[in-house]
């Protein structure tokens, strides 16, 4: 299991949306080129028609000057004004019917990299809560492992003076080696702290956190093979630092069905790793993004502009979806998509979710 975060995001997930949008821009632009010639073209046509039209007037004011010797000639020049009309009528229809069809090409084109857009902000979203889900799952798997510590467990069952400082000796041996926490707690089954991996910068010994929903929910697991994954949430006896909780019950001789003796409580540090993940997807500095992961309420844990965790809470138009995009009425582009979990972590109910400007 890494001691650090460890995860990039997947390069494939943009370098085809790049040459997606790339094409897009290059036939818009093409397509306007066509539309702005045929205009110019048809109404080089008008002019010269105009011109025709114009001489066949002079032609039939002359011809009647002349009288019956101008008749011929009359006929002629009433061919022309007719000749000249019929090429401008056809001038017309072909402005109207080109720019008809060159607008509704560049419309369709609009439309589909639009899509592309949204689909590509989508992927980009559960490569996200992907990302932390993986990460996530990790530490549940360290929280059940070092709960069957042998230092951590004799702790438990008999906290001794000698007892608690090895634990506390052996917890930050840990904290050591894994830099992506911020301390790791043994708590008896009332609540206490009775030993911590931190005690010079963290005064977490002797505080009692039976309160709490994660250590609520912990005292009732019913093996050891079982954990609690608790809500972001600032902690005050670490500084008020964001942190994400994750608990496993110690028990008797480190066995998975064992008596239970305490709590394992281990705090992931959340916003250092949370924010190397939402800044690391890679979107365009065009598309004026904002990478979000939200809990289950909609309430923002990480932002990639680094505003409104723990307090800001999104409007987000599921539709009963697991993933999509749409555009709200300001024509801000919206896309998330639900955990998906990873492995044996079922995920929280988070969202990743990207707001692109309009």
């Known amino acids: 299991m890494s001691a650090a975060l460890g995860l990039k995001a997947k390069p494939t997930a943009t370098e085809p949306a790049d040459d997606d949008s790339d094409i897009s ?8 080129e066509v539309n702005q010639i045929a205009v ?14 114009m001489l066949a007037l002079n032609a039939l004011i002359e011809s009647s000057r002349a009288g019956a010797q101008g008749a011929g000639f009359a006929v002629v020049a009433q061919e022309v004004r007719g000749v000249g009309q019929q090429v401008e009528t056809i001038a017309r229809e072909l402005e109207s019917q ?13 439309r589909m990299s639009q899509r592309s857009r949204g689909e590509r902000m989508v992927d980009l979203s559960l490569n996200a809560v992907e990302l932390i889900d993986r990460n996530l799952y990790e530490r549940t798997c360290d929280v059940r492992w070092w709960a069957t510590d042998s230092a951590v467990v004799d702790c438990a069952a008999s906290p001794s003076a000698a007892a ?3 634990a506390s000796q052996r917890l ?21 702290v009775i030993a911590n991996g931190r005690a010079d910068r963290f005064r977490a010994v002797g505080q009692n956190v039976a309160h709490t929903k994660w250590f609520r929910e912990a ?50 540090d959340w916003e250092a790793q949370a924010r190397a993940i939402v800044q690391g997807v890679r979107v365009g500095d065009s598309d004026k993004a904002r ?15 680094g505003q409104g965790i723990l307090s800001e809470r999104i409007s987000l138009s599921l539709n009963g979806q697991r993933s999509g995009f749409y555009q709200d009425r300001t024509g ?20 990743g979710v990207i707001v692109c400007g309009a």
């Open 332 to 351: 801000t582009l919206v896309a998330f998509h639900a955990t998906p979990g990873y492995e044996t972590y079922r995920g929280l109910g988070w969202y």
């Open 172 to 192: 930050g041996v840990i904290l050591g080696a894994y830099t992506v926490y911020l301390d790791l707690w043994l708590c008896d089954l009332d609540g206490n």
């Open 164 to 166: 608690v400082s090895h």
């Open 40 to 53: 110019d073209k048809t109404k080089s046509i008008q002019q010269i028609t105009n011109q025709m039209k």
């Open 98 to 110: 080109l720019t008809k069809r060159t607008g509704d090409l560049v419309a369709s084109i609009n």
């Open 219 to 268: 005292k009732t697991l019913r093996s050891g093979d079982d954990y609690v994954a608790g809500d972001v949430e600032n902690q005050p006896l670490l500084g008020n630092a964001q942190v994400a909780t994750y608990c496993a019950s110690v028990r008797a001789g480190g066995q998975a069905n064992g008596a239970p003796l305490g709590v394992l409580a281990i705090h992931f």
């Open 25 to 32: 821009a290059l036939i818009n632009r093409l397509t306007a």
């Open 291 to 305: 990478v979000l992961l939200v809990d289950s309420n909609l309430r923002v844990i990480a932002a990639s502009d």
